[in-house]
């Protein structure tokens, strides 16, 4: 069974300049999504683009990434990943239950 989330961009203006890589982190970045460290050697996705003539920058960790590329398959809007999913799966996936003594 497979599901798929309303991580929908639409209502939002595309990017006029689209530029995707994976590279490996050469100093630390947060997360996009998830908002965690991307830390130095590891490897993450980066898109850079043009969105109504200004420049921006998104970078994203492999496990949010993996996440977003199940979940979102009809696109997505940068930094809405645990919003969509929360409405769709009904839970926030980087909550951290806290460990009871």
Request: aromatic fraction near 12%; include cysteine.
């Amino acid at each position: 069974m497979s599901i798929s989330c309303d991580c929908s961009n639409e209502g939002y203006d595309h990017a006029d300049i689209y530029q995707e890589e994976y590279p490996v982190a050469r100093k630390p970045h947060r997360c996009c999504e998830c908002g965690e460290i991307i830390q130095p050697g590891q490897k993450h996705h980066k898109v850079r683009g043009l969105w109504d003539g200004s420049w921006d920058t998104f970078r994203t960790c492999m496990t949010c990434y993996n996440i977003r590329d199940h979940y979102c398959s009809h696109g997505y809007v940068f930094g809405g990943l645990r919003e969509a999913l929360g409405e769709c799966l009904g839970f926030d996936y980087t909550d951290i239950p806290e460990e009871e003594d």
